[in-house]
């Protein structure tokens, strides 16, 4: 079943490995809390209110530079690990990850005050509370689990390309190196804006249960390359030149057309909840229904669709479907149909969110202002 799959070589560790490989989580969640606590960061506040002040709540960043030090250590492979072992221990890393993301979401959630008519099994998937702060607010939880698994993101993808070249050389599929560049990017593009993040539906809405705890650090770290999975060990596709010239060209402008939508359309709504008359870039008056004290933003790219970063974050992962060459292998599918499927579904709580939130009426009228979910003109 296995070989069947394509991903017998993630099942090559020797035993004494695969215990490494199991507890690797666990020493990152580890070592990553110790230096994103130590190291210096800049004071900001967000969006989000703090119930016991009355104030936004305050957060201290510095993802990037955290990120950037990963990133040298792994490559100078200071700490003696081979830079392909992140890709070759996933498997057994997941499973590892797994267990501690459970059992830290245990302690996240039943910690907290008990929320009548809910399950503890829907309380452990949804969460409790909406912010979990410690050290007189020098360790944020969610933007923790944000660090981790970005940075995770981007070393499990280059270590995934580490191995593909160990195994083919001169022969290497350009596509594996392409995706690891594009989640490397996307990572880093991140980072830059990280305050950004503080403005965005997870920071805002979510709660940290199971579903934010174990999507945070293994989703986003370690499954967001399954497509590498099972495309690690395939070379080049070899097509002739001038297709060869599409497809290497093709997909990083689809890619890019792609960040720029989920780019722009957030940094639109950032500018927009921090400085509501301002024109976006200079150029895009802003636009909007007023909710009571609410503003609904409905100008820009926020006109042109209800959620359109999300039509951003579908090209990318078809960009990512497309980036290895191999287009009828199904691994190449996995991280788009998980994309788009996710999104969806947002979308559609997003929209009943909205509807308490700024009342069906207003969010009646928005809709008929703005009539396309994520796609204009299809859906």
């Given at each position: 079943m296995i070989e069947w799959l394509g991903i017998g070589h993630l099942f090559e560790l020797s035993r004494a490995e695969a215990i490494v490989g199991f507890f690797t989580p666990l020493a990152i969640f580890a070592v990553f809390f110790v230096v994103q606590l130590l190291l210096p960061g800049r004071r900001v506040t967000g969006y989000v209110i703090d119930p016991e002040t009355g104030s936004p709540r305050s957060y201290r960043l510095n993802g990037i530079l955290v990120f950037a030090i990963a990133v040298a250590v792994w490559a100078l492979e200071l700490t003696g690990m081979p830079r392909d072992w992140f890709y070759r221990s996933s498997i057994y890393a997941v499973a590892g990850g797994t267990v501690f993301a459970t059992i830290f979401s245990i302690l996240a959630v039943f910690t907290r005050p008990e929320h009548k008519g809910k399950?503890?099994?829907?309380?452990?998937?949804?969460?409790?509370?909406?912010?979990?702060?410690?050290?007189?607010?020098?360790?944020?939880?969610?933007?923790?689990?944000?660090?981790?698994?970005?940075t995770m993101l981007s070393l499990n993808a280059?270590?995934?390309?580490?191995?593909?070249?160990?195994?083919?050389?001169?022969?290497?599929?350009?596509?594996?190196?392409?995706?690891?560049?594009?989640?490397?990017?996307y990572v880093l593009d991140y980072f830059v804006f990280e305050r950004v993040q503080l403005y965005t539906y997870d920071v805002i809405h979510e709660h940290l249960g199971f579903k934010l705890i174990w999507g945070g650090l293994i989703v986003y770290g370690w499954l967001y390359i399954l497509p590498l999975w099972g495309l690690a060990v395939h070379p080049d596709p070899g097509f002739a030149a001038p297709w060869n010239h599409v497809w290497l060209i093709g997909t990083p402008a689809l890619f890019l057309v792609g960040?720029?939508?989920?780019?722009?359309?957030?940094?639109?709504?950032?500018?927009?909840?921090?400085?509501?008359?301002?024109?976006?870039?200079?150029?895009?008056e802003p636009e909007y229904i007023e909710a009571g004290d609410r503003r609904i933003l409905c100008s820009g790219l926020w006109g042109v669709a209800r959620h359109f970063n999300y039509l951003g974050e579908g090209f990318f992962a078809l960009s990512i479907a497309l980036v290895f060459g191999h287009f009828s292998n199904p691994w190449a599918w996995t991280y788009f149909v998980f994309i788009v499927g996710l999104f969806i579904s947002r979308q559609r709580f997003d929209d009943r969110l909205c509807a308490e939130k700024y009342g069906a009426e207003k969010w009646a009228e928005y809709r008929a202002r703005v009539k396309w979910r994520i796609i204009p003109g299809v859906y």
């Open positions: 399950s503890p099994l829907r309380a452990l998937w949804d969460g409790r509370a909406l912010e979990l702060q410690f050290f007189n607010h020098r360790f944020d939880t969610k933007m923790y689990l944000y660090v981790v698994g970005g280059m270590s995934g390309a580490a191995y593909h070249y160990g195994l083919f050389g001169e022969a290497s599929n350009p596509g594996v190196f392409l995706f690891a560049a594009f989640l490397t990017f960040w720029g939508i989920t780019r722009g359309a957030n940094m639109q709504k950032y500018t927009f909840k921090r400085w509501p008359d301002r024109k976006f870039l200079g150029l895009i």
